[in-house]
Each structure stands twice: as structure tokens, then as C-alpha cells.
């Protein structure tokens, strides 16, 4: 279902995205002149000191000379960015993980124990009864915060729910895993500010899609997509065709940006974007479902996408998963 972005002409530009800077890419040859990479490292494009810089998995130093070489297409060698047109004309951003934090286990811990409290039954039974009904919730077979909750409740064998207790439990949760850091409203701002449409495409079940509205960055994107909404999670042709045609910008000037659960970033080349994953927002404890390997390009975060629809600067060879 889509959700529209309002009038945001007035927002400020909290973090303004610089211009390309060629004096930051990183290159081999001139010690001293910024930290090295490791040897044999895997390309990521990232940030520092408020500055864009292309690590190229092979030395350290920086240099003008092959920041010029890069923009002219010399530098051919493994492991350095391509240049590539900067045309994209859309960002589709995955939601857990990626601009938020995904859950960690002690939240999901922490949601477990306060059900089974309200439903008179042990944190085993809520535990399991969250994992055996992921897809239902996620798929929209149930559609509002009550019918979840009764579905569990039953699932655990509840015989006296607080039925009303375990809503606000569950609506609490979903509020307090919408909270974003300050950099990654920049982020959506700065791209919106300059004509990128943005959109939200996540594997979520009702209680984030009803708690959405009110976050923070539903008013910074074009729109936004929740799987239990539209009947498919992630990675279902479906739902990346009703983002295309949402945004009404054609497949191959679309980036996406995941952290590869649920095979994600495969799905978006499947549907003719240009993918690029993220490592999981939320640290070493952040939960991820379905994650699969990914062969293609790595960023560093969030905040480095605008270096990559700006300026064309994506990682030319694939990497591994940069640690969070």
C-alpha cells in the first residue's frame, strides 16, 4: 500500500550532501596520507570525516592524480569503483536493518517475556508461537494488531489473556523499532530535496505498517510498502513491480539498498534495478531473516547512498559483507 511523502520544500537540509571531492578516493602508493586497508580487503565504498573516500581493498594513501584517472575511466584494476552514469532517478530503501535497526535478540527476548506475561504463559510459548506465525503476519493473512494477538494468544494455549495488555504490547514495540539516527534522515532528506524519489519497500507484519504514519520518516519518502499489505513478502516479483510503478521511474535508474534479508537484493536485479547491500543496522545482535549470499556490491551504510546516486560511484568488483 502506498503511503506519499507531504510537502517538504520547507525542510531543511540537515546534512547537505557534498560535492564530489576526487582529493578523497583512496589509492595505494602514498603511505601516510590516509589509514590503509587491509590487503586483499573487498571494495567498499564509505565515509569519513564528513567525506566520501573509495576504499580499494589493496592500499592506503590518497591522491588527486587517480581521483582523476578514476573519473576518466583509467583505474581498471580489481577492486576500485567504476564510474558509472549517475542517473538513478530512485532510491527503494529496505526498512529493518537498513534505516532502522533490526531487531536484536534481547528486544525480541524482552517482547516475548511482557506477552507471556500478559497472557499467562511462559516466554517459550510466545517465542515459539512468533517464529511458527512469521509468515502469516508478515503475508497479511492477519490484518490488524487485535486479530495478531488473538492468533498467538491461541498459539500459546492462553486460557485468560489480557488480550488488551498484549495490543499495547505489541503496538509499543512496533513504535520504538521505527526510530531512525539523525544521519539517515539526512540521508532521505537530502535525496528528496534534490528530485530522488524515495520509497520503503519491507517485510513487516500490520503492527509496523499501522505504527508508520506517525514515524519520523514516513513524511521523508514517496512512498512506502509493507508486505503484510501487499500479500507477498520479499523476494516476490510482485512487490518490486508495485514500487516501480509507484514511483514511475523505470528499472534501470532505480537503486536498492538492503541488507540482503529475504534474498532481497537478488530480487531487485531480478526486476532490472541495481542493487547494493548494506551491513545489518544494529550491530553484531541485530536479527536477520532469509539472508542469502550476494555477489554484487557492498557500501559501508546508509549515509554513503548519496555518494552513490549522485556521483555514479559504486563498487566495481563484489565484496563481502562489511562488518556492521
Known sequence: MRATRGAWSSVPLWAPVPPFNPSVLWRGGEPGCCPRVKEGSSPVVGHGAGRSVIHDGVGGGCSV??????????LTG?????????????????????????PSGQERARLATELARAFGVADGQVRSALAESWRSRHEGQLTSVP???????????????????????????????????????????????RGVAVAVLSDAAVETAEAWPRSALAGLVDA????????????????????????????????YCGDGGGDELAGAVRAGMTAVGVPHRGGATAVAYGVRGWDGPWVAGVEDIPDVVLHGMVPRMPGERPSA
Open 65 to 74: 592524480n587517480a581521483a582523476r584517472r578514476y573519473r576518466t575511466g583509467e
Open 78 to 102: 580489481g577492486g576500485w569503483a567504476e564510474s558509472v552514469d549517475p542517473g538513478f532517478g530512485a532510491v527503494v530503501f529496505d526498512l529493518f536493518g537498513t534505516l532502522v535497526n533490526a
Open 147 to 193: 486479530e495478531v494477538v488473538r492468533d498467538l494468544a491461541h498459539r500459546c494455549g492462553a486460557r485468560r489473556p489480557d488480550l488488551v495488555a498484549a495490543v499495547d504490547t505489541v503496538r509499543a514495540h512496533a513504535r520504538g523499532r521505527l526510530v531512525s539516527e539523525s544521519s539517515v534522515l539526512a540521508v532521505l532528506t537530502g535525496l528528496t530535496a
Open 224 to 255: 512506502a510498502f509493507f508486505s503484510c499489505r501487499e500479500g507477498a513478502v520479499k523476494p516476490s516479483p510482485t512487490l518490486y513491480m508495485q514500487v516501480l510503478a509507484a514511483l514511475g521511474v523505470p528499472a534501470g535508474r532505480v537503486l
